[in-house]
């Protein structure tokens, strides 16, 4: 109702506008009568052409007004249709992009320009996926290493501790050269604080092909950490995966003095940042892969952890809370 009313009074407005241009040309006191009435004392000869031009200009004049009027008309019933068109819209409300999204999203495009695809598998393992193929049969120490989530009414039923669980399903199902990473949600029974939670996001990657040495691991990393956080160094300690052997621990130095990039401002020197190593020929072999012909290395990483990190996010559970003012924060990131 009220942009209808709108429309009549915008239309109202326009009808005077021609209504005086009309008068102002065609009216009895107008520009053309004025023309006419001086006809009488054109000379004889030149009648012919002055009568010519002001007929002309007459109907020049009415078929103007003719044409405002029925553009006018076809304006007014177009506005009571459609709405008025000329109206700027009313904007639309962007979302924003979760951090974890953000930077799994980043990891993912940093393997690709590498070779690496994208592997994904179920949240809810078995035992044989999780634990056994990799190297952890029943009663191994190892396994308390990640306190794990079961099913209550079946022992062999869990939440996957890690996406390592992917990479033995993709090896089951692929054949070599392999070159894969697998980002996914994972849980593990720990208490919950600022700094850890009960699940958390993991990119774990694979490579597996003929003569597949540390060094190239070693290389493939120092590619990922330059990419992800800038100009920086690594450094890997000797640790233990029952998954891989030889194992290390990588980290990443944190500018502390050196202000090395934009990313990387708040120095707190070396962070550790993912576990990798050169896949243990047993799993290789429970997994169908000829460990004679065939080597790899592994490694995997905690989204969450880097998405604390580069958006200097200060407690885990932000990440999991889906306050919308924290969320908000991160609109202008794709
Ligand atoms: N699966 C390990 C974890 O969740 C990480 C890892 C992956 C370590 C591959 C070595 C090689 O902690």
């Known amino acids: 109702k009220d942009h209808l009313s709108q429309v009549e009074a915008f239309s109202a407005d326009n009808l005077k506008d021609i209504e005086a241009f009309r008068i102002k040309y065609l009216g009895k006191k107008g520009l053309l009568n004025e023309f006419f009435a001086a006809f009488k004392d054109v000379p004889g000869e030149q009648k012919k052409e002055y009568g010519q031009s002001i007929n002309q200009l007459k109907n020049a004049a009415l078929e103007k007004v003719n044409a405002l009027k029925e553009q006018l008309e076809e304006s007014r019933s177009e506005a009571s249709v459609y709405g008025d068109l000329t109206r ?19 990891i993912v495009d940093i393997f690709s320009r590498i070779g690496f695809n994208v592997s994904e598998g179920p949240e809810m393992e078995d ?3 999780n634990f056994t193929a990799l ?29 390592s669980s992917v990479q033995v399903r993709y090896m089951e199902n692929n054949k070599p050269p ?12 720990e208490a919950i604080s600022a700094r850890s939670h009960c699940f958390f996001h993991q990119v774990e990657g694979l490579y597996i092909d003929k003569n597949v040495s540390f060094a190239d691991l070693k290389q493939t990393l120092q590619y990922f950490t330059t990419e992800m956080f800038g100009k920086s160094k690594i450094r890997l300690r000797p640790s233990y995966f029952p998954f891989t052997e030889p194992s290390a621990e990588v980290d990443v130095y944190w500018g502390l003095e050196t202000e090395t990039d934009y990313r990387m401002t708040k120095g707190t020197g070396w962070l550790e940042i993912m576990g990798c ?23 995997g990483m905690g989204i969450d952890r880097i998405a604390l990190l580069l958006h200097q996010i200060s407690d885990i559970r932000m990440l999991s809370e889906n306050d919308v003012r924290f969320l908000e924060q991160f609109k202008t990131v794709l």
Not at 88 to 106: D, F
Not at 178 to 189: A, D, F, L
């Open 88 to 106: 700027p819209g009313t904007p639309m409300e962007i979302g924003a992009r979760h951090p974890i999204s953000i930077v799994k999203n980043q």
């Open 135 to 163: 190297n952890l049969p029943e009663y191994h120490p190892a396994r308390d290493m990640q306190d794990t989530f079961f099913i209550q009414t079946d022992p062999d039923i869990l939440l996957r501790t890690h996406t």
């Open 178 to 189: 392999i070159r894969t990473i697998s980002p996914g949600r994972v849980y593990r029974n």
């Open 127 to 129: 035992d044989w996926h």
């Open 277 to 299: 190593g050169m896949v243990d020929p047993n799993v290789l072999e429970n997994c169908g892969i000829d460990s004679k012909e065939y080597s790899g290395f592994a490694f």
